[in-house]
């Protein structure tokens, strides 16, 4: 059974989340009547950490919604920089 709060909330998901899916946050999402909803594009199930690594901007504006329970800064999307990527080399006896 779900569950209604109107306890201020900032939910945050991640789009690369492999142990929480994107699902649970959009299906929670309505029951948190005074919510706001991030999506990390990139992120993971750390995604709040990503967020705040990833972003000055999103960072201050957690940090002023913690601080005043305000969420008028909060974006609706963080976008991560791109992953470099790094192929390893062959070693011996690979193709």
Not at 22 to 50: C, I, M, R, W, Y
């Amino acid at each position: 059974k779900n569950f209604e709060t109107v306890i201020p909330t900032v939910i945050v998901y991640g789009t690369w989340d492999v142990s929480t899916p994107q699902e649970n946050a959009l299906e929670l999402a309505p029951f948190f009547k005074k919510s706001t909803l991030v999506k990390v594009v990139g992120g993971s199930h750390g995604s709040l950490d990503d967020a705040m690594k990833a972003s000055a901007n999103f960072r201050r504006a957690v940090m002023k919604f913690a601080q005043t329970g305000d969420m008028s800064d909060v974006p609706a999307q963080v976008d991560l920089p791109a992953i470099d990527w790094v192929v390893p080399k062959a070693g011996p006896g690979t193709r």
